[in-house]
């Protein structure tokens, strides 16, 4: 019985969240720097006829393409994401929200209504935490890019709106600050306030640190799963940090990935 409910649950959600992972993704990448035109008309005919492709190819991962510090649109990359910009960008995501969700709710009781928000809350903020950082296992995306810092005050101000919306002051079908505020939703906030820490290594040291008191506790059985999702989301933080952020030298890259691996190996044994 409880396996349907939840079923039921997912299918009424799942009419509703791709939308807003479009608009979530969308309101972040609007922001992200145009790239440097670095390339000669030599290379750019090369590439028509498919002349060194291969060679492209090989060291398409090697380092992230070079970027400007401006947006297409124009906008200096350090400059923050004001509160009226984010309130525009996501208004169409919040006027979707409230249309549909009224009407969802209508046909349901307040407690299963109740179940389908929190359901969308979740996939939301999986879709935030997934923009910020990538998954600790498979392959990163070609076009995934290290957040500039606009696209970070971005992913801020859409956390506070979508909190806010979902949350509705506790009134209503709105969720309590209990449901708000999960592991995950912890999470991103920790995320956005180390996401630009100037000192990888110190991350890294961070990390160790961490995961040399989660094996101390764990001996006398009182780690927390709190404790662990701590230490995945620095992990998956120093992951696209070492993949994909531009001012890394080829050396510097290298040698963080190999520590990179061996921490993977540490967490499968």
């Not at 209503?172 to 630009?196: C, M, N, T």
């Not at 799963?225 to 531009?246: A, D, G, T």
């Amino acid at each position: 019985l409880w396996r349907t409910r939840d079923d039921f649950i997912r299918g009424l959600a799942a009419r509703i969240t791709p939308y807003c992972r479009e608009m979530i993704l969308k309101a972040i990448k609007v922001h992200e720097a145009a790239p440097l035109n670095q390339r000669t008309i030599l290379q750019s005919v090369a590439d028509r006829i498919g002349y060194g492709t291969q060679k492209k190819d090989q060291n398409a991962d090697q380092q992230p393409i070079p970027l400007s510090s401006f947006t297409y649109s124009g906008i200096s990359i350090e400059q923050p994401v004001t509160a009226a910009e984010a309130d525009q960008l996501l208004s169409p995501l919040t006027d979707y929200l409230n249309k549909n969700l009224e009407t969802l709710c209508l046909s349901l009781s307040p407690s299963m209504a109740q179940e389908v928000i929190k359901r969308i809350w979740d996939e939301a903020l999986g879709y935030v935490e997934l923009a910020l950082v990538p998954p600790l296992y498979g392959q990163i995306e070609h076009d995934r890019r290290f957040l500039n810092s606009r696209q970070v005050t971005m992913v801020d101000r859409l956390l506070r709106i979508l909190r806010e919306f979902f949350h509705a002051d506790g009134q209503g079908l709105g969720l309590s600050e209990k449901k708000i505020e999960s592991r995950r939703y912890f999470s991103i906030i920790s995320l956005l306030g180390g996401y630009h820490d100037p000192d990888i290594k110190r991350l890294m040291k961070q990390y160790e640190q961490s995961l040399a008191k989660m094996t101390e506790t764990h001996s006398s059985n009182t780690t927390s799963l709190q404790e662990k999702e701590e230490k995945e989301w620095l992990l998956r933080l120093l992951r696209v940090r070492i993949e994909r952020q531009e001012e890394l030298t080829l050396e510097e890259r290298d040698n963080f990935k190999k520590w990179f691996a061996f921490q993977l190996e540490k967490r499968r044994k």
